[in-house]
């Protein structure tokens, strides 16, 4: 592991992702370099289209890139095959996700056992209980996600997010979908549970106001990076 990986939880060098169309090759991001250290939150803006959510994938490992590095903690996500970056997934991620999706035949309490007991943990309910209980659902652990408001769905979201203790955080508009009041109330979850955790927390968003209550804000235009600057921390909390 290199001096470099282990300052940086997250260090993107040369990255570019294109794809092939029906007119040819069509450039989605293009050269972007940036680091984020543990226990940072960092937020990624930028006009629909201009490559932000990409970008998130390719952090995460879900998507891979046509030229360049990623280093997930420490991991060369190029060196991987599919098998082993979604055991990095696994073991180091946590995913919050514009539209829930949470497994509709399962209980608030059995999504956020799922991805502990995929990974082979099979005394998640405590650890479950316990996220369920910090946003607010200790009376909703066995409704079924169609029993539950929009904004109770994200917070199990959140809590799932969480289970197993991952070392990085991606969420992809996680207040998008929901009314003013439930998006400030999903937002000051993620914002409590990264600092209690020390959880490094990367968030795609069109909100102004939400990515300025992150560390950095990385502003992705036309698929380039065109600058990152300081987020006004004082809002935080």
Known sequence: MSVLSQLNVIQASGLSKSVNTLEGSLTI???INFSV???ESVAI?????SGK???LS???GLDVASQGEIHLDGDALSELDEESRAKVRADKVGFVF???MLVQSLTALENVMLPAELSGDHDAKPQAVELLEKVGLSHRLAHYPSQLSGGEQQRVAIARAFIGSPKILFADEPSANLDSKNGHLIESLLFDLNKQNGTTLVLVTHDEQLAAQCDRII???GGKLE??????VAHVG
Do not use: N, P, Y
């Open 45 to 49: 803006v930028g006009a629909s289209g």
């Open 29 to 31: 991001l293009s050269d």
């Open 219 to 221: 502003h992705i235009e």
């Open 53 to 55: 959510s990409t970008l």
């Open 37 to 39: 250290k543990s226990g």
């Open 98 to 100: 514009q539209s829930f």
């Open 58 to 60: 390719l952090l995460a």
């Open 227 to 232: 600058k990152i600057v300081d987020g006004d």
